[in-house]
């Protein structure tokens, strides 16, 4: 587990059994009421693989994210009171330092379209046509790595 913080919000990256409560309220709260993505779709066999990243305010989850073994980022997440507030881009440079220090030499991601520059400002570059998932369109991005 690694435990960082910034100002008032804690960073917490782990294993999926300590994840697991605070980032599925999240992303049930983003994906599943938010933005309608099916809630059989949302939570996937992927997520016991994947190393997650936690960000609170206090006790309250705010944000989350996961990293997957091959190195594809995904179910970023951050609830709505706490958007601007630099919490994406906390979850994404943790995941993106744990892809470095698993030794992969690229990440990719998903991207939501409306996303896209959000992505594109940390480095990530949009590859290949946009496709639906979930009903939502997105596009793959991907940002090679350096040591």
């Known amino acids: 587990m690694n435990d960082k913080n910034s100002s008032q919000f804690r960073l917490v990256v782990g294993d999926w059994p300590l ?7 999240i992303r049930h709260e983003v994906f599943v009421l938010e933005q309608k993505v099916p809630p059989e779709l949302e939570l996937d066999e992927h997520d016991a693989r994947c190393i997650h990243a936690v960000v609170y305010d206090g006790e309250h989850p705010a944000a989350t994210g996961r990293l997957l073994p091959d190195g594809h980022i995904g179910r970023l997440a951050v609830r709505q009171v ?14 993106v330092d744990e892809a470095r220090r698993n030794g ?3 990440v990719e991601l998903a991207a939501q379209l409306h996303a896209q520059g959000f992505y594109a400002a940390h480095g990530f570059v949009a590859e290949g046509d946009v496709f639906l998932d979930a009903g939502i369109d997105h596009v793959m991005m991907r940002r090679m790595l350096t040591v």
């Open 19 to 25: 994840c697991e409560k605070d980032a599925s309220s």
């Open 82 to 95: 706490y958007r601007g507030q630099g919490l994406g881009s906390m979850i994404l440079s943790s995941l």
């Open 104 to 106: 992969h030499l690229q």
